[in-house]
């Protein structure tokens, strides 16, 4: 069946430092794929999302490339703020409307 | 921004008591589901509900486990008797045609945390 497989974490970085966040995705067709974080104590929030291949999400400074060849949909992010400590979710979506699979979570803490 | 809403955000149960779980999805979308995450795991599928029926559930929507959208707002997810390891996080999501919202991206609840004592 289709899974999603992510770097686990947790993961600590300073602030203004790079984040990388690896995902990479098995599944039958062209899925949807998504990030979407857990801010501690709230609920999960979509971050951002590709729907075919070579398109890239973005929002608040994130970004993810859905790449077909090497089923993967990478997070990153230039510069970290401590704003962003949270646990992030890669996702996917087989079809419209359809369940969504969640990978296991990459917890990031942001220190000053 | 539209917002899909839960309640309670927490619950406390004993065991073997029944629970329903309320969610008011964004007004307009048609696809309802529900999730659970167990703390510290990955968040599950447990059913999706289309046309005031069940599209598709896992397997960890067995017979203790019911939905329903009673009135044209409310979506409720029912567990007849709960067990200890019914505890989690529940999350409600809604997608579906709505204007200025993608058709088919899932927005999720706040969740409520369910306690089974």
């Known amino acids: 069946g289709d899974s999603v497989t992510q770097m686990e974490g947790p993961v600590t970085l300073s602030e203004e430092a790079f984040l990388t966040i690896n995902c990479t995705y098995t599944?039958?067709?062209?899925?949807?794929l998504f990030w979407y974080v857990q801010y501690p104590g709230e609920g999960l929030q979509l971050l951002l999302k590709?729907?075919?291949?070579?398109d890239k999400g973005s929002n608040k400074g994130f970004e993810a490339t859905y790449r077909k060849e090497t089923t993967s949909f990478h997070l990153e992010k230039g510069s970290v703020q401590v704003s962003d400590s949270a646990v992030y979710f890669c996702?996917?979506?087989?079809?419209?409307?359809?369940?969504?699979?969640f990978g296991p979570g990459t917890s990031l803490s942001v220190i000053p | 921004e539209p917002e899909v809403t839960q309640t309670p955000s927490h619950q406390v149960t004993q065991m073997g008591q029944e629970v329903i779980l309320r969610c008011v999805p964004i007004?307009?979308?048609?696809?309802f589901y529900w999730y659970r995450q167990i703390l510290g795991q990955k968040v599950e599928f447990l059913v999706s509900?289309?046309?005031?029926?069940?599209?598709?559930k896992s397997e960890i929507f067995d017979d203790q486990f019911s939905v329903e959208r009673p009135d044209g707002s409310n979506f409720t997810l029912k567990i007849r008797s709960t067990k200890l390891e019914d505890s989690a996080m529940y999350f409600c999501?809604?997608?579906?045609?709505?204007?200025?919202?993608?058709?088919?991206?899932?927005?999720f609840g706040p969740g409520t945390r369910l306690t089974v004592l």
């Open positions: 999501a809604s997608s579906g045609l709505k204007r200025g919202l993608s058709t088919d991206t899932q927005y």
């Open positions: 996702a996917l979506s087989s079809t419209s409307y359809d369940k969504v699979i």
């Open positions: 590709a729907t075919k291949a070579d």
């Open positions: 599944a039958t067709g062209y899925p949807s």
């Open positions: 007004s307009n979308h048609l696809y």
């Open positions: 509900f289309y046309n005031n029926e069940i599209s598709e």
